[in-house]
């Protein structure tokens, strides 16, 4: 079975500041790979399909990238409500099976 | 627009089976182009995914929990359900039901596999203890 790994676990950053997370599949998933936010106590919300799509109505400040078994979530410039916990989510082994990452919780410096 | 909602019990005690329905309001669950999906969360802790369904009643589970676990779909009522069997504290979780969007469609038009929840409920707190 395909593994997600995230980098890092947690970080701590200001409001204005450029973010990147990554997420690392333990096998190739092409571009089968989508973003999640979850703020505390609120149902995720999906971001970025497609590795690079953005979702309708997400901010443009968001961006995705990579293919093959790495990829990354960047915010280009941190807003206060983008304080959340981003997880990855692979569709290559779909619908089989569905695979979350760890998680990556950004929070306030 | 579309809603989903969970409905069941809060607490279930230890062995027994927990139950939730989601409820979805705005449109239709007998859509082609959509599964529908439980997805829990415990305290603290990363999304795990429970397993899903089609409106014809296919189903896949998370094979960690295949033997537990049974999911059904009313299209008349357009609700699906979960039921998970003996269960333990290790249970205990929000959990939430969404859909699944099985595609896309390129700027040329060509349709490609997304397979993601795009909508999800606001999700129901599950604990089990006696």
């Known amino acids: 079975d395909i593994q997600m790994t995230q980098s890092p676990s947690s970080l701590s950053a200001s409001v204005g500041d450029r973010v990147t997370i990554t997420c690392r599949a333990s096998?190739?998933?092409?571009?089968?790979l989508n973003w999640y936010q979850q703020k505390p106590g609120k149902a995720p919300k999906l971001l970025i399909y497609?590795?690079?799509s953005l979702q309708s109505g997400v901010p443009s400040r968001f961006s995705g990238s990579g293919s093959g078994t790495d990829f990354t979530l960047t915010i280009s410039s941190l807003q206060p409500e983008d304080f959340a916990t981003y997880y990855c989510?692979?569709?290559?082994?779909?619908?089989?099976?569905?695979?979350f990452g760890p998680g990556t919780k950004v929070d306030i410096k | 627009q579309l809603q989903l909602q969970e409905s069941g019990p809060g607490l279930v005690k230890p062995s027994e089976t927990l139950s939730l329905t989601c409820t979805v309001s705005?449109?239709?669950?007998?859509?082609?182009?959509?599964?529908w999906g439980w997805i829990r969360q415990p305290p603290g802790k990363g999304l795990e995914w429970i397993g899903s369904?089609?409106?014809?009643?296919?189903?896949y589970y998370n094979p960690s929990l295949k033997s537990r676990v049974t999911i059904s779909v009313d299209t008349s009522k357009n609700q699906f359900s979960l039921k998970l069997s003996s269960v333990t504290a290790a249970d205990t979780a929000v959990y939430y039901c969404?859909?699944?969007?099985?595609?896309?469609?390129?700027?040329?038009?060509?349709?490609?596999?997304?397979?993601?929840?795009?909508?999800w409920g606001q999700g129901t707190m599950v604990t089990v203890s006696s």
């Open positions: 497609a590795a690079s």
């Open positions: 705005g449109g239709s669950i007998s859509s082609s182009s959509y599964y």
């Open positions: 989510q692979q569709s290559y082994s779909t619908p089989r099976l569905f695979t």
């Open positions: 096998q190739s998933i092409s571009s089968y």
């Open positions: 369904i089609y409106y014809s009643g296919s189903t």
């Open positions: 969404a859909r699944r969007v099985l595609y896309y469609y390129d700027s040329s038009g060509y349709r490609n596999k997304l397979d993601a929840f795009d909508i």
